[in-house]
C-alpha cells in the first residue's frame, strides 16, 4: 500500500525557535495532503490542506503566519511552526490522498510529536 | 451542521469476544465512511471504508462495519477481539457536499482483556 513518510518522529525545541515537519509520500504522488494537530485524548483537528503548487487552504483559527506550509512538489510537504511557544506543542499528523478521488482513503504519516521549552 | 460521533471514550471487551465500537454520522449528500485504528505515538492506519454497495464492509485485521442509513450509523465490529486489537479507533465521514472533507469522530479506546 501506500506509504506516506513524516520526519521528524519528535523535536524539543526553545520557545521562539521555529521547527519545520516533512511530509513525504514515498510510492505515489498526492496532489493533496491535509496537515491535522491532535491533543492528548483528542479528535485530529484539520490544520490545513495543502495542494501541490498552490496556497494551503487554512482551517478557521488556525493562524498562517505561525503554520506555514509548503506543496512543492507531488510528493513533499512541509509545516514549519514558526516562533514556537509552549503551547504549540501538541502531535502533528500529515496525510496524503492516494488517486484523484476526494473519497479516497488517507495515508497517514506516523506523527510528529512536538514539545516546546 | 456535519458531525461524526463516538458516544463510548473507551469500550472494555475480553478477549474472544465480540466487540462493537459505535459510530453515527450527520452529513449532508452521500457520506464515504471510514474507520481508522492509531496505535500509541503513531499515525493513523486505515481499516476500511464504505462509499457504496453492499452495506457490511469487510477490512483489515477481521474488522467489518455495517452501514445503516436510516440510522446513519456506521459500527465497527469484530466477532472475536485479540488483545492486539487495544487501540484508539477513529471513524471517519467524508462529505460529497459543502465542505468536502474529512471529519473525524473523537475516537474510542478499545481495550482487550486478557
Known amino acids: 500500500g501506500a506509504v506516506v513518510s513524516q520526519h521528524p518522529s519528535r523535536v524539543i525545541c526553545k520557545s521562539g525557535t521555529s521547527v519545520k515537519i516533512e511530509c513525504r509520500s514515498l510510492?505515489?504522488?498526492?496532489?493533496?495532503m491535509f496537515w491535522y494537530r491532535q491533543f492528548p485524548k483528542q479528535s485530529l483537528m484539520l490544520m490545513a490542506t495543502?495542494?501541490?503548487?498552490?496556497?494551503?487552504?487554512?482551517e478557521q483559527g488556525v493562524e498562517k503566519d505561525k503554520f506555514l506550509i509548503n506543496h512543492a512538489s507531488l510528493t513533499l510537504s512541509t509545516l514549519t511552526v514558526t516562533s514556537a511557544h509552549p503551547e504549540d506543542s501538541s502531535f502533528y499528523i500529515c496525510?496524503?490522498?492516494?488517486?484523484?478521488?476526494?473519497?479516497?482513503?488517507?495515508?497517514f504519516g506516523s506523527g510528529t510529536q512536538l514539545s516546546v521549552l | 451542521a456535519q458531525s461524526v460521533a463516538q458516544p463510548e471514550d473507551q469500550v472494555n471487551v475480553a478477549e474472544g469476544n465480540p466487540l462493537t465500537v459505535k459510530c453515527t454520522y450527520s452529513?449532508?449528500?452521500?457520506?464515504?465512511l471510514f474507520w481508522y485504528v492509531q496505535y500509541p505515538n503513531r499515525g493513523l492506519q486505515f481499516l476500511l471504508k464504505?462509499?457504496?454497495?453492499?452495506?457490511l464492509v469487510k477490512g483489515s485485521y477481521g474488522f467489518e462495519a455495517e452501514f445503516n442509513k436510516s440510522q446513519t450509523s456506521f459500527h465497527l465490529k469484530k466477532p472475536s477481539a485479540l488483545v492486539s486489537d487495544s487501540a484508539l479507533y477513529f471513524c471517519?465521514?467524508?462529505?460529497?457536499?459543502?465542505?468536502?472533507?474529512?471529519?473525524f469522530g473523537t475516537g474510542t479506546r478499545l481495550k482487550v482483556l486478557a
Open positions: 510510492d505515489f504522488q498526492a496532489t493533496t
Open positions: 452529513v449532508s449528500g452521500n457520506p464515504y
Open positions: 496525510s496524503a490522498i492516494s488517486g484523484t478521488g476526494g473519497y479516497e482513503k488517507l495515508f
Open positions: 495543502s495542494n501541490e503548487g498552490s496556497k494551503a487552504t487554512y
Open positions: 471517519a465521514v467524508y462529505s460529497t457536499s459543502g465542505t468536502y472533507k474529512y471529519i
Open positions: 464504505y462509499i457504496t454497495g453492499d452495506n
